[in-house]
Structures are given as structure tokens and as C-alpha cells.
């Protein structure tokens, strides 16, 4: 115990100078902490991203392998607006459409598209958010009555609703639609439900949409907290009523705010009766996709038609720049590590160095001290004892303040400290980010009590050589030392 006594009365007596020497440990340790710190938060951020972009890129390929009989068809950028005119508008030009067919294949008449010539009858309602052009649906009957192959034809009407919103800039001011929630309306048919795709999978509460249902919505979950309601609960859309009979979680960015009800009832609602924004055709088998989409082009060329084939290329497409961002960010972690590791071996250095050259001075410093000890019948042993504990005493002191430190501190040493990383690539990087944000470093357990332990190490490394050269003076040599 007395050895113990004399190794803190010795620091304290020298209070600036320990001062010092715990602060510079500290950050030392610190450091030592907030580096691998910053390494684990980047592995994990790269494992979560590599696990979420599998998973993404599984269960989309498994939807499209599902429907590679299925066809979208929409109405074409170059056609959008139509029926949204002033009915003695003379801004249109058709000969800019070239020879676009509808209904029985006569030449092209723009005002067989859309609602027909009647400003804002969605109810408040709009054609935003990057939704298809709306079109007359009777126009589109031929599809599946004239064309071979066609097994089925799915209509659907999508609508949004939300408030407009006037911004400014480069001195210009526009009005764009800030989207509240998104109506999806297809129609509840046993010969449809029961044998094609039609409805969402993930219905969390509740229960999914079923053949004549009606007056009845399928909510999102970000639908139900924008309407404050739950299954069995009656909501307002634009001004009419409608029961939750469900609530589906979110399978893509695309359906967050959709709500999901029978077309009769979107058509409705919506002021729009007769028309939708675009079609999905199912052909009888996937050997005939490609001749039924050319011929569905071929009898209506305002369409844009777009097979389950392309959408799986597309796919293929999207999963490769997915691996690329995936080896781009192993890169920068291997980069990273590397940079890391040699960190860590500079902070070990210069703390061994710190406490070396501290005990050193010090030893030096109490040289006449060590031969009055050691001529008063301290043995070699307790000599080297006594500077060995007070070196690791500082070094204990400095850790657990450099731990203090590295548990506030690290997110920031780790960023400050480590190579920037690009976890995502230039490929796929803003689907990437959605998939898996950057973790933060924080610091854990293990790494505290890692930490702790190489304080005490690195504190007896440090004082190991200073003690030994105190243990070894002479007494009447040290007498003599001024």
C-alpha cells in the first residue's frame, strides 16, 4: 500500500506537469478509440447496404419474373394534356402527332383523349408526381377484344391530391403540387384478382381489397397517419366517405402514398368516370409478350408500351451499377482500414514515447531521491515498482479521460481522422443512399474496455526501460548528483 501512497503523492506533487501529460494521453486515447470506432461504422453501413440492395434487387426481380406476361401501356409524354384544354383552344396542332390511331384505327382526334375538354374535374385532384396523361378508356377497348394473345386488360386510374405550393427562383415564380396522398383505382373483378397481379402483398392490418368490394380504401401506412385513421375507420376523400378496410406497407418509393380502391369508385370520386392514365395488359403467355406489345403499339402509337422483358433488363441494369456501388464502397473500406491501422500505430508510438521521455525526465529529475531510497534499504525491486505504477497511473488517469472523450467525440475524430468514404458509387448512388444511410461511429463496450487495456499496457511498456534505469543507480553515485 505504502508504494501505492508515494506513486500518487509523487503525480500530485508535480500537478502542471501531470496535468499535461494526462491531457495529451487523453486525446491519444481518444484517438485510439475513435478510429476503429469510425472503421465498424463503416463496415456496417456497407454490410446493411450490401443486405438491403440484395434484398431490393431479389424481390424486384421475383415481381418481374411474375409478370413477364404483363405489359404497361400509357399514354405518351408527347400526348400529355389532352382533354385538359379549353374546348376552343387552337394551341394544339394535330399534324404534330403524325397518324396515331384510336378505336377502329381512324386518323388521330385529340379530343377522343382525356376528360374531354373540362378544366380541374378531378375534384382538386391532379395528373402530377410524374403519373401517366389521362385517356379515354373506351378508346382502349380493342386491346383486348382485337388483338391475339391478349388474355386480360387491367384499367387503372391514378390521381393525386395535395396542395399547391408557390415557389420562387432565378427570379421566376411556379407552382408545383406538394402531393399528400396518391388514388390508385383498378377494377375488383374476380376474373382479375383471382388469376393476375392486381393487388398489393404486404397488408399489415386488416385485409386486402377483394372482388365487388366498394366505398372501401386499402391505405399505406403513410396514408393512415396523414388521415389519422386505422382499419374500420371512415375518411374523406375529396368530400366523399370511405371505409379502411386495410392498411399495406410500403414494397417501393412508388406506392408510400398510395391508396388503393375500385375504379368505378376512383372514376367517381375523382369526377372522372370513363377515363384512366393507363392500361396493363396481360398476354397469354411470355412467348407472345413481344408480338402483343408490337401489335398494341402498331394499333395505337400515342402509347408508350413497356414489357415485363424490358422492365427485367432494366432491372439487370440497375443491379449492376448496384455491385458497382457495392465493390466502390469494399474499396474505400479496404482504403480506409489501411489508413486506419497506420493511425493506430502512430497514436501507439507517440503515447509509448510520451510516457517514455515523461519517466525518463522524471528518473533523471530523482536521481538523488532514488539513492536516498535505495541507501535506506530499498531493494532494486520496489524501486522499479514504484516508477513502473506511476507511469501506468498516468496512463490509467489519461484513459479513462480519452475514453470520456472518445465517447462524445468520435463521430466527429473518426470523420476528421479517416479518408472520406463512397460507400454508393457514381452508379445507382441515389437508390443506394435510400437503401442505407451512413451509420455514425459510436463507441462500444468492447472498444472502452479495449481501450482501458491498452492505457495500463501502454503505460508499463512506456515506464518499463525509465524504471529498470532507476532500479540500476547506485546510491553513492546518486548522492552525488546535483
Not at 348 to 368: C, G, H, N, Q
Request: net charge negative; aromatic share 6%.
Amino acid at each position: 500500500m505504502g508504494i501505492i501512497n508515494r506513486a500518487i503523492r509523487n503525480i500530485s506533487r508535480r500537478k502542471i506537469r501531470a496535468l499535461l501529460v494526462i491531457i495529451a494521453l487523453g486525446f491519444s486515447m481518444a484517438i485510439l478509440i475513435s478510429i476503429p470506432a469510425g472503421v465498424l461504422a463503416n463496415q456496417q453501413t456497407a454490410t446493411d447496404l450490401a443486405s438491403n440492395l440484395s434484398n431490393t434487387i431479389t424481390q424486384t426481380g421475383q415481381s418481374i419474373n411474375q409478370t413477364l406476361t404483363q405489359i404497361d401501356c400509357s399514354l405518351a409524354s408527347s400526348f400529355s394534356g389532352f382533354g385538359f384544354q379549353a374546348p376552343n383552344s387552337t394551341s394544339f396542332d394535330p399534324s404534330q402527332l403524325g397518324q396515331g390511331r384510336s378505336g377502329g384505327g381512324q386518323a388521330f382526334d385529340p379530343s377522343q383523349f382525356g376528360g374531354g375538354g373540362t378544366i380541374g374535374q378531378f375534384g382538386g385532384g391532379a395528373f402530377g408526381g410524374g403519373q401517366a396523361s389521362p385517356m379515354n378508356q373506351t378508346l382502349y377497348d380493342d386491346i383486348n377484344t382485337g388483338i391475339a394473345g391478349v388474355a386480360a386488360v387491367e384499367p387503372i386510374l391514378q390521381a393525386s391530391e395535395g396542395d399547391n405550393v408557390t415557389m420562387s427562383m432565378f427570379g421566376r415564380s411556379f407552382t408545383r403540387q406538394l402531393t399528400s396522398y396518391t388514388i390508385e383505382g383498378i377494377p375488383l373483378t374476380s376474373e382479375l384478382i383471382n388469376n393476375y397481379s392486381i393487388l398489393t402483398t404486404n397488408v399489415t392490418a386488416g385485409r386486402n381489397l377483394q372482388a365487388g368490394d366498394s366505398g372501401v380504401v386499402l391505405l399505406s401506412e403513410n396514408n393512415s397517419a396523414y388521415f389519422n385513421a386505422g382499419v374500420g375507420d371512415t375518411i374523406q376523400i375529396l368530400d366523399q366517405d370511405f371505409t379502411v378496410i386495410g392498411i399495406h406497407g410500403t414494397s417501393s418509393a412508388s406506392d408510400r402514398l398510395t391508396l388503393y380502391m375500385d375504379l368505378s369508385d376512383a372514376q367517381s370520386v375523382t369526377n372522372n368516370t370513363g377515363y384512366i392514365t393507363s392500361l396493363r395488359v396481360f398476354a397469354q403467355s411470355s412467348d407472345v409478350v413481344t408480338q402483343v406489345a408490337s401489335s398494341i403499339g402498331s394499333l395505337h402509337s400515342e402509347l408508350t408500351v413497356t414489357t415485363g422483358q424490358e422492365r427485367l433488363t432494366q432491372l439487370q441494369t440497375l443491379e449492376s451499377s448496384y455491385n458497382t456501388a457495392l465493390e466502390s464502397a469494399q474499396t474505400s473500406i479496404g482504403q480506409t482500414q489501411t489508413t486506419a491501422f497506420e493511425e493506430i500505430v502512430v497514436v501507439v508510438a507517440a503515447t509509448s514515447l510520451i510516457v517514455l521521455f515523461v519517466m525518463l525526465y522524471t528518473v533523471r529529475e530523482r536521481t538523488k531521491e532514488i539513492g536516498t531510497l535505495k541507501a535506506i534499504g530499498f531493494s532494486n525491486t520496489t524501486v522499479m515498482g514504484q516508477f513502473m505504477l506511476e507511469g501506468v497511473l498516468l496512463s490509467v488517469i489519461a484513459g479513462v479521460v480519452g475514453i470520456a472523450i472518445g465517447v462524445v467525440a468520435a463521430p466527429a475524430l473518426s470523420s476528421l481522422l479517416l479518408p472520406s468514404i463512397n460507400l454508393f458509387g457514381t452508379s445507382g448512388a441515389q437508390v443506394a443512399r435510400n437503401v442505407a444511410p451512413t451509420a455514425a461511429a459510436s463507441v462500444n463496450l468492447e472498444l472502452v474496455l479495449i481501450a482501458f487495456g491498452a492505457s495500463l499496457l501502454l503505460g508499463a511498456l512506456g515506464s518499463l526501460y525509465p524504471a529498470w534505469r532507476a532500479a540500476k543507480i547506485r546510491p553513492a553515485e546518486a548522492m552525488k548528483y546535483e
